[in-house]
Nanobody, 125 residues
Framework: VQLQASGGGSVQAGGSLRLSCVAS????????IVWFRQAPGKEREAVSY??????YYTDSVKGRFTISRDKAKSTVYLQMNSVKPGDTAVYYC?????????????????????WGQGTQVTVSS
């Protein structure tokens, strides 16, 4: 299984970016994808999650970020609108097979078996 994250870049506050995570190697499309981010000097934090029947967002991005997936393209997107300097980080996508995670544990990094490389997002004020 491989995950390929892309779409990062530099943007001004208030602008938008769309991150993509292409998954390859899964034998079925029943897998969960999560986006994490890590800012310099900070711990990695979960941003958003998608499964067959659930979507979760961390509080700081609710109303601004939208996660979606295109199963035909094996791709999960993270649409980032109204970005803020605090969104500056390296964004990683990760995946796991199996059942949907309940709220509260989707944030746990150890739940995910596969990780992509990061894509840098820089938001300037």
């Amino acid at each position: 299984v491989q995950l390929q994250a892309s779409g990062g870049g530099s943007v001004q506050a208030g602008g938008s970016l769309r991150l993509s995570c292409v998954a390859s190697g899964f034998t079925s499309d029943h897998y969960n994808i999560v986006w994490f981010r890590q800012a310099p000097g900070k711990e990695r934090e979960a941003v958003s999650y998608i499964s067959d029947d659930r979507k979760y967002y961390t509080d700081s991005v609710k109303g601004r970020f939208t996660i979606s997936r295109d199963k035909a393209k094996s791709t999960v997107y993270l649409q980032m609108n109204s970005v803020k300097p605090g969104d500056t980080a390296v964004y990683y996508c990760a995946a796991r097979r199996g059942f949907t995670l309940i709220s509260g544990i989707w944030r746990q990094q150890e739940r995910y078996d596969y990780w992509g490389q990061g894509t840098q997002v820089t938001v300037s004020s």
